[in-house]
């Protein structure tokens, strides 16, 4: 092995340990929800929208953020194994940071790896029980793997904090014979 391989391999170990906190977001997300919840129609709730977004992309430090940054430019152009290994990067250095596996989630269902991406969403969903991406994700994902009945209960917590999601046309009226 080389010195610059056992380098880089010294260099990641230690890196995982300096990882900074995810920043606290749940009060800014908290409020934006709130006013997507009373939006006067989908276009005002997209655009507040965007503000979570900005919040849960907004990485623990410089490090971070370049990796999120790669991944994500790397899915846009459907290179999904150079995206697979930037965020395989990102959640090894840090691993308590919820956008890292809600990102690789997203490009393994782009490949239609719905089982890869289950895992990734439910960890994305243990840091941040009200990441709406992620809950309408895990939602789609379990109607990709062909479990609608489990995705309907996904999907509707995910519209009770955004009714505006375009993933409502997905849902599921109960039939009255049912209630």
């Not at 010294?10 to 006013?35: K, M, N, W, Y």
């Not at 990796?67 to 697979?84: K, P, S, T, V």
């Not at 309408?136 to 505006?164: C, F, H, M, S, Y």
Request: hydrophobic share 45%.
């Amino acid at each position: 092995m080389t010195r610059f391989a056992i380098g880089l391999i010294f260099t990641a170990s230690v890196a995982g340990a300096d990882c900074p906190p995810q920043p606290d977001i749940q009060e800014a997300q908290d409020r934006i929800l709130a006013q997507v919840r009373v939006a006067p129609n989908e276009m005002a709730a997209r655009q507040l929208s965007n503000g979570l977004w900005e919040l849960w992309a907004k990485a623990p430090d410089t490090e971070a953020q370049e990796l999120l940054d790669r991944g994500m430019a790397a899915r846009a152009i459907a290179n999904y194994d150079l995206a697979i290994e930037a965020l395989d990067a990102l959640i090894e250095y840090c691993p308590e940071y919820s956008e890292g596996y809600n990102q690789r989630a997203f490009v393994n269902f782009l490949r239609q790896d719905f089982d890869v991406a289950l895992v990734d969403l439910d960890r994305a969903l243990d840091l941040r029980p009200t990441h709406v991406a992620a809950l309408a994700g895990k939602a789609l994902t379990l109607i990709g793997l062909g479990r609608d009945d489990d995705a309907q209960p996904v999907l509707r917590e995910a519209l009770a904090l955004n009714p505006w999601l375009s993933e409502r046309r997905f849902l599921i009226e109960p039939d009255a014979t049912d209630l």
